[in-house]
């Protein structure tokens, strides 16, 4: 079997996320909007589902729309935000390494007249909060989409800081915490962001299914209109069997914060780390060390190019990605390295190794040697 080292990516699904799922594809298949007692029970489904996604990160059920992926999430937070600012020639802010899910809609914004402005990240990949500050007009309405964690690097932004200065301005703030939820504290009644993004698939759920976190009072212009589900929010017929895994998922990534599940990967992480420090030079860890997520070590092999690593690492057993997965293979340094100044070198030479609830000890040192041995091989022109 093959070492999965590739979690950032995607998960596997959680067993008893599927369990809980499976009735809903049979005997439970029944549409949550039909008027008998047993599609009430699925509706009630849905309901539970909701209050367990709304638990993990604080918020009220009622905030939470459930979508089709975190994709989709980003789009409704920031489609809806642009019309509300755009009778008035507002102002966009995000930081220059958010994913390619938030990058692309405000993109579109700035083509059609919005001004949009990137705000940069210092080299251990954290937002630079003085730009981001100087970067806010209270004179224009605007909003600032910035992520919560980051997928390549892991590294955590100061969330608190940015919602601080977006709320003193007097704008809205939405957050991709994709890669955050799940594996940190992400908690809405802490941190008063107004739309937050959430993906199912990176944390044991299936892919394809996501919600997004509206709060209380924010107005909201919904994406996709019909037959008013979602409170009218995000209509279409439920996708039931994944919303009760993505409920499911929630309710054991909130237990695995509680009893020491996710310290757990934060060791295993580390103790890849400090092995591969140990048995090879030319190795740099990159991102912040203190505020990162638990399972996400990001570190550049010196002398050695990914495009060579990779293949070399599969063909061992090993499947992990360089920089972020939707990168691979596209022959650009990545976004988020170039920020952080790295040369085109370090960012070519790095490997994101991102663990899971699921990895074991064993798999850890097995991949410790896989990599020391494949590095030297390339290196050695082998
Ligand atoms: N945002 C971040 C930070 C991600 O890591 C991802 C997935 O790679 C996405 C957005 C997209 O989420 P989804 O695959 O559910 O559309």
Request: hydrophobic share 40%.
């Amino acid at each position: 079997m093959a070492i999965y080292l590739d979690s950032n990516a995607t998960t596997r699904v959680h067993p008893l996320a599927v369990e809980a799922m499976l009735p809903y594809f049979g005997d439970r298949c029944h549409n949550p909007s039909s008027g008998y007692g047993a599609a009430k029970a699925v509706k009630q489904a849905i309901q539970t589902a909701r209050e367990q996604v709304a638990s993990l990160i604080g918020a009220k059920p009622s905030e939470i729309v459930f979508t089709g992926c975190g994709t989709e999430s980003n789009n409704m937070a920031i489609k809806s935000l642009a019309r509300e600012i755009g009778r008035q020639r507002g102002k966009v802010v995000v930081s220059e390494i958010e994913h390619s899910a938030v990058l692309r809609p405000v993109e579109a914004m700035a083509a059609v007249g919005f001004e949009v402005e990137k705000v940069g990240v210092d080299a251990e990949g954290r937002l630079d909060l003085e730009r981001f500050r100087a970067a806010l007009d209270p004179a224009r309405p605007g909003f600032v989409s910035v992520m919560w964690a980051n997928n390549e690097t892991g590294v955590v932004q100061p969330m608190t800081e940015v919602c601080e200065a977006a709320k003193a301005a007097g704008w809205h703030i939405h957050t991709d915490a994709i890669q955050a939820v799940g594996k940190v504290p992400v908690r809405v009644d802490e941190v008063r962001v107004d739309f937050l993004s959430i993906s199912g698939h990176k944390f044991h759920a299936p892919k394809g299914v996501g919600a997004l976190y509206i709060r209380e009072g924010t107005p909201f212009e919904p994406m996709v209109r019909g037959g008013g589900q979602e409170a009218g929010r995000r209509s279409g017929t439920e996708n039931v069997p994944y919303l009760v895994a993505l409920g499911r998922a929630a309710a054991l990534m909130e237990e695995a914060e509680r009893d020491g599940t996710l310290a757990r990967v934060a060791r295993l992480r580390d103790r890849l780390e400090s092995a591969l420090g140990e048995l090879l030079d030319q190795v740099e860890f990159n991102g912040s060390r203190e505020y990162r997520t638990p399972n996400v070590a990001h570190v550049s092999f010196g002398g050695c190019a990914a495009a060579e690593l990779l293949p070399a690492l599969d063909a061992a057993g090993l499947q992990c990605s360089a920089g972020s997965a939707c990168m691979t293979g596209k022959g650009r340094p990545s976004h988020v390295q170039k920020a952080m100044g790295y040369s085109d070198e370090r960012a070519f030479s790095s490997l994101r190794l991102s663990l899971s609830i699921f990895t074991s000890e064993e798999e850890i040192d097995e991949a410790v040697e896989v990599i020391a041995d494949v590095v030297e091989r390339v290196r050695g022109g082998r």
